[in-house]
């Protein structure tokens, strides 16, 4: 079942980019079970630390960062591209849409961050991440076995 580094490899790189680690798992695994095993646990591990690392860049930012930036900018909110992305984003689509695009268009350090600055670290915001992770990972997985046994059929 567990061999080492592929597994640790595909873990690794769930925690990153989930949706493009299917391929590799696929290929590596052909196994759907150790492939929802190990994607999903890279997940989970992604989405916990990237709500702690958030969580506190945030309050480092409020703390340290912003007080400088207070002294010398007169209080006027900059909005740059990215900034108003993530308000887009956030005020389009909300949570749910955030839980959906997750694994897809989103990666996961992304899709956390949003969540801790917007709605906060609670636990059910968390599960539902993993949850939507969790859901798009089973769709990953059939689609790309589904393409994988097509091939070697032909």
């Given at each position: 079942m567990f061999d080492g580094m592929r597994e640790l490899t595909i873990?690794?790189?769930?925690?990153?980019?989930?949706?493009l680690t299917f391929p590799i798992a696929v290929y590596s695994l052909n196994n759907l079970r150790d492939i929802l095993i190990?994607?999903?646990?890279?997940?989970l591990l992604g989405v916990l630390f990237f709500a702690l690392l958030?969580?506190?860049?945030?309050?480092?930012?409020?703390?340290?960062?912003?007080?400088?930036?207070?002294?010398?900018?007169?209080s006027r909110t900059v909005f740059n591209r990215k900034n108003r992305r993530f308000i887009k984003i956030k005020n389009r689509?909300?949570?749910p849409g955030i839980v959906i695009l997750n694994p897809v268009l989103l990666s996961i350090p992304i899709s956390t961050f949003l969540v801790i600055k917007f709605f906060g670290r609670k636990k059910?915001?968390?599960?539902?991440?993993?949850?939507?992770?969790?859901?798009?990972?089973?769709?990953?997985?059939?689609?790309?076995?589904?393409?994988?046994n097509d091939l070697l059929q032909q």
């Open positions: 873990i690794f790189m769930s925690t990153w980019k989930f949706a190990y994607t999903n646990l890279g997940g958030s969580q506190q860049l945030i309050r480092f930012w409020d703390l340290r960062i912003r007080p400088r930036l207070v002294k010398r900018v007169p689509y909300g949570f059910r915001y968390l599960a539902w991440l993993i949850l939507g992770q969790f859901a798009w990972s089973v769709i990953y997985a059939v689609f790309y076995l589904y393409i994988k």
